[in-house]
């Protein structure tokens, strides 16, 4: 009988010794993966202590602030005018509509009757701008239903119909880096990069590239699903752009300015995205 063949009579392993056999594998395989977990935790320890060590940037230390202007930064490179965000059927609206955030909106003295909006660097002004509503529903308006996404991660469809900004800005231009005039529709590149917006009383601001801000979609809006603008929505005009998180559409408006410097922004301050785009 060949040497390779076991006899019949051949004893093999007992249960217990191959058991026992197993337990001293598994054993050695236990202790590697507790080193090697040990290991990875300390790295990460180590990591994140020294991360949180860093110099601010913005509300971030600056190694995240860099990842995040690197995301803007190729956001703003796929980013658009004929980039348009879907927009939805009237028996799509959310209803109620969600409110969310009082920043910039606690002054309980205010009065939408007597609002007025500064817009600032008005191209050929040699002081700011002073509109009241009524100047502004002169221009010429738009309605859409869109999506309003929160950076929390809920969204809500909505009816907007307010004044597009870029038809705002045919009326009260941004002044141009290197033209004798602005030309907003046919040569926006030529503008001023930046537009910054904030609340009456100063307390939120947002900033906007000058292209999302001229975006077709991005309005300075007034009514909401049909209705005037509520208090707690924003009146008496608020800003809607669907191609931004929910962050950058600003409510109650105060005060628009356009500026070759990136402005400062609330939440880009707290640490978040300045680019914010969807």
Request: aromatic share 10%.
């Amino acid at each position: 009988m060949s040497d390779s063949i076991p006899s019949p009579n051949e004893s093999k392993p007992s249960f217990a010794a191959e058991n026992a056999e197993t337990r001293r594998k598994m054993s050695r395989i236990s202790r590697r993966s507790f080193i090697w977990a040990g290991i990875a935790a300390l790295a990460t320890y180590k990591g994140i202590g020294w991360l949180a060590s860093r110099t601010e940037d913005q509300g971030a230390p600056w190694p995240f602030r860099r990842v995040l202007d690197f995301n803007g930064s190729l956001a703003g490179d796929y980013f658009g005018p004929q980039r348009l965000a879907p927009t939805f059927k009237a028996s799509e609206i959310t209803k109620p509509p969600r409110t969310n955030g009082d920043e910039g909106m606690k002054d309980d003295d205010f009065d939408p009757s007597q609002w007025t909006l500064t817009v600032n660097n008005v191209f050929g002004k040699d002081a700011p701008v002073q509109l009241t509503l009524d100047d502004i529903k002169k221009l010429p308006t738009a309605t859409q239903i869109t999506e309003f996404c929160c950076i929390e991660g809920w969204s809500m469809k909505v009816e907007w119909k307010g004044v597009p900004m870029v038809e705002f800005a045919k009326v009260y231009p941004p002044s141009p880096r290197a033209g004798d005039k602005p030309d907003v529709v046919g040569n926006p590149s030529d503008l001023v990069r930046y537009v910054g917006m904030a609340t009456p009383d100063g307390g939120y601001y947002v900033g906007l590239d000058m292209a999302s801000a001229l975006h077709p979609q991005t309005l300075l809006c007034y009514e909401m699903n049909g209705e005037p603008l509520t208090i707690e929505h924003g009146a008496p005009i608020r800003l809607v752009i669907p191609v931004k998180y929910g962050v950058k559409n600003i409510k109650r408006i105060g005060s628009i300015t356009y500026t070759d410097h990136q402005p400062n922004d609330f939440w880009a301050e707290q640490g978040y995205d300045w680019f914010a785009g969807l």
